[in-house]
């Protein structure tokens, strides 16, 4: 019994010892924020349920970072310096982000050296004006204008219109 508490012990300590330099790499440092905006004025998503892709070359790194957008629209990602590749999928917000000739979500090149705001232009499909809320006799009412952005075959028709209290 003793021997293999010792054995379990030496094999415990010689891991801790080994794996320290191997795993201490620095943390990434760069910050790279932002929000999703049509003609400057950020958009309103679903939080933590829209999407978006960072690839960066080499590393040994083949697949996407993916990271939400929060409820107001902006994102943040801590990340190392260097180029990465940003996207949003096609299908994904209350959006359509460019796309390239095939109809591809479009790549948006991003070089980072330091902290980097970028606001990220989209086409929304609606945008929601002068919005108006009231509340009296325990009622709570609500008031909007609706202006349609997207036209023609990319169009989406609003489905259902519901007023959220929290």
């Known amino acids: 019994m003793a021997i293999k508490f010792n054995y379990i012990l030496t094999v415990a300590i010689a891991a801790t010892l080994f794996s320290c330099k191997k795993d201490n790499y620095k943390p990434p440092t760069t910050i790279l924020s932002g929000k999703v905006v049509y003609k400057g004025e950020a958009l309103q998503l679903e939080n933590n349920q829209v999407p978006y892709q960072l690839y960066q070359d080499g590393f040994g790194k083949v697949g996407a970072i993916t990271q939400t957008f929060a409820q107001d629209g902006s994102y943040s990602s801590l990340l190392f310096d260097g180029q990465y590749k940003l996207i949003i999928p096609n299908g994904q917000g209350p959006f359509i982000w460019k796309q390239n000739a095939a109809g591809d ?62």
């Open 105 to 166: 979500p479009d790549t948006l090149i991003v070089n980072l050296k330091g902290n980097q705001n970028l606001d990220l232009e989209v086409m929304p499909y609606y945008m929601i004006r002068t919005p108006q809320l009231a509340a009296a006799s325990g009622k709570v009412t609500g008031t909007f204008k609706i202006e349609k952005i997207i036209t023609g075959a990319n169009a989406k028709d609003i489905e259902n219109v519901k007023l959220y209290i929290n």
